[in-house]
């Protein structure tokens, strides 16, 4: 009975949309339609161009606002009275433009861990005006943190310092390296930038875009997200596996059991760099983003060779404090946190031109938040590549230039242009010449890549081949993509590596994409006021309410307003009724999309996406998903 009801229920919808089209409204995508002869800047670019997808994106950013900050104005307002350098007689503070008289004290922290919170040592030392010679601190990997005063006991100076000396000098390190055996190993970096979009990148990156064309490169115009935040989109590239599928959520347990009978031994691609004798390093701009929530399982088990992580959360502890009225800006003394991650990618580098490396770096300050802040990132990008270039790091490494999503929130995301760059990060590949000279086939199948649809789970079946050369050579490729023809849909990987072809006629859900974030699928605009279009809209804010139901802490969250509905249009032949939806509710004012698909009943098949800013309305909360959707009782 009640299977005959929504059948019913589905066809009137559909009759709905018979008539919708009647009446000559077209289909979403038809706004992007190709503009010939026209100046650049207006062109669009083709971003993905296969049988089943053809998907375009504008030069012309769509509509946003500016916040009220002049946010690339805004300076760290604190001194930098110190500044750590690394010769080879030692570790020291060196003073700078000191124009009184301090007293200072320091601590020395081990470079491995911050979180068994006490110090190996203290001292202090004075700095006068008239100082120029450096304060010895010791010798090898050391963070350090200094706080000064003046003559009237007032707090002058506050920092964090760290040392991570050349290889040479670097006393803890093993010298166990030389061993590595003479076959040149390929270095990866994952050189990330949290929410820039493919055409975010070629518009506000003008001197990278121009240095990338002296460099072999492939830019992955397709790539596309398969997740909401970084974590759900930087997970799949680490682990080959989605959120659910690991299961944290349960706790580390639940998932080591759930794990161990499916799918045998978690690797993730720190663990598997390790043991193929690579050296590891990790840094990012921030102390509370993605390492701390993959930290339980992922970075704990694997010593990291090198770790900004302590540097981050000493000054996250002590030193930080915020120039913007939203407080997501941070510096220490006088250097903003973005510049802390540059100097420890800069202090890398000797290591990096040594030893085979698997790095990972990430910068996310103010990006997510900001649209201005985008475009102050070119110069100091150029700055790296070009270093890493001069240091012949790039003749080793196989560099991703990438992002997790486009910008999430604000006015920009609003428009259907930003909801549509939201699910085109940006990926660049750079690798070394020699690459291409060693495997011409895995290379040209990397270039035919270019405008096919490719997601986070394929990068970690690349950087699996990485692992292992010979599967790159030209026979095995030759193999491997015979076997790729002949696989059929069903046992189709759904991961699959860029050294490969990936298929033509791949689908979003081939490759993992769901619904919410598939830019190929064409969408229908719907009435607000449907029958259908409210009952799923009012299923989705019971959704969204028992998923915060664990958390006594939040309020029920009500329906404000249905802001947008699409028909999401999986193909003729297919029996899949979907609906994009765009919703506000309240308390909070939140404004969420999601996917519901119809059948029996109702079904939510995504996440649900916060698109606005949640500020302080969340604080009662620690989950980072519930976080987005909580208002707190109080
Ligand atoms: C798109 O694909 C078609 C068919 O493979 C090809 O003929 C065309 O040149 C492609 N366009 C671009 C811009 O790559
Ligand atoms: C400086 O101030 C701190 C408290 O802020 C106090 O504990 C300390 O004794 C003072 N030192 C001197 C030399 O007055
Ligand atoms: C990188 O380039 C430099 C100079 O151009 C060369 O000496 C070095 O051997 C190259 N390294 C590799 C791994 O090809
Ligand atoms: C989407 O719309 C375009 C243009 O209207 C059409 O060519 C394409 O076949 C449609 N795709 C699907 C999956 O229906």
Request: glycine residues 6%.
């Amino acid at each position: 009975m009640a299977k005959m009801h929504s059948y019913m229920r589905a066809m009137v919808f559909l009759t709905g949309i018979l008539f919708l089209m009647y009446f000559g409204l077209h289909p979403m995508t038809e706004m992007y339609g190709g503009e010939k002869s026209v100046p650049l800047e207006y062109q669009d670019v083709i971003l993905i161009n296969t049988s089943k997808c053809h998907l375009t994106g504008r030069r012309q950013p769509g509509v946003y606002s500016l916040s009220i900050e002049l946010i690339d104005r805004l300076r760290c307002r604190k001194p930098q009275l110190l500044v750590a350098e690394s010769r080879p007689g030692g570790n020291f503070l060196m003073p700078r433009q000191i124009s009184m008289d301090f007293l200072c004290q320091y601590w020395l922290l081990t470079a491995v861990d911050v979180r068994l919170n006490r110090y190996l040592h203290e001292g202090h030392f004075h700095l006068r005006p008239e100082a120029n010679i450096g304060i010895p601190i010791g010798t090898g990997r050391q963070i350090v943190r200094t706080q000064c005063w003046n003559n009237l006991n007032e707090s002058k100076y506050h920092d964090v310092h760290f040392f991570f000396p050349p290889p040479d000098s670097d006393l803890t390190s093993k010298s166990d390296s030389e061993t590595e055996g003479g076959s040149k190993k390929l270095s990866v970096m994952v050189l990330g930038i949290d929410s820039i979009s493919q055409m975010s990148f070629l518009r506000h990156f003008p001197y990278v875009n121009a240095h990338l064309n002296t460099l072999p490169h492939t830019k992955l115009f397709g790539y596309s997200r398969v997740g909401t935040d970084a974590y759900a989109n930087l997970l799949p590239l680490l682990s080959g596996m989605n959120t659910d599928e690991l299961a944290l959520d349960g706790g580390e347990e639940s998932f080591k059991t759930a794990f161990d009978k499916e799918l045998g031994v978690l690797r993730p691609l720190w663990e598997s760099y390790k043991e193929a004798g690579y050296r590891t390093a990790y840094g990012e701009d921030n102390a509370q983003s993605f390492a701390s929530r993959i930290d339980k399982w992922l970075l704990s088990k694997t010593v990291l060779d090198l770790d900004l992580r302590p540097v981050m959360l000493e000054m996250d502890q002590h030193t930080r404090y915020s120039i913007d009225i939203r407080e997501v800006l941070h510096c220490s003394a006088g250097r903003p946190f973005q510049e802390v991650l540059r100097d420890f990618i800069g202090k890398l580098v000797p290591h990096l031109q040594k030893h085979p490396f698997f790095s990972f770096f990430w910068e996310s300050q103010g990006v997510q938040d900001y649209y201005e802040l985008t475009g102050t990132l070119d110069v100091p990008y150029l700055m790296i590549l070009k270093r890493l270039e001069e240091a012949d790091v790039l003749n080793r490494t196989l560099v991703l230039l990438m992002s997790d999503h486009g910008l999430r929130k604000g006015t920009y995301r609003l428009s259907p242009q930003g909801m549509q760059e939201e699910s085109e990060p940006l990926l660049v590949a750079i690798y070394p010449e020699w690459l291409e000279r060693k495997y011409p086939k895995a290379i040209a199948n990397l270039r035919s890549n270019t405008r096919r649809m490719v997601t986070p789970y394929d990068l970690h079946a690349t950087l699996e081949d990485v692992l292992d050369p010979d599967l790159l050579q030209d026979a095995h490729i030759k193999d491997r993509m015979e076997e790729l023809r002949s696989s059929s849909q069903k046992n189709m990987p759904r991961g699959i590596s860029l050294f490969l072809p990936i298929p033509d006629d791949r689908t979003c859900d081939q490759a993992g994409i769901s619904s919410l974030f598939c830019v190929c699928r064409n969408l229908t605009a719907l009435p607000t006021d449907d029958g259908l279009v409210v009952r799923s809209s009012r299923f989705l804010v019971r959704s969204i309410n028992s998923l915060i139901s664990s958390q006594a802490k939040c309020r029920e969250q009500k329906l404000h307003k249905v802001l947008q509905a699409h028909f999401v249009n999986f193909g003729e032949d297919s029996f899949i009724f979907e609906l994009k939806l765009r919703i506000k509710t309240f308390p909070g004012n939140g404004v969420f999309e999601a996917t519901v698909r119809l059948s029996n009943e109702l079904i939510l098949t995504s996440p649900i996406n916060r698109i606005t800013p949640y500020l302080g309305n969340s604080y009662c909360v620690s989950d980072p998903y519930i976080k987005t959707m909580c208002f707190c009782l109080n």
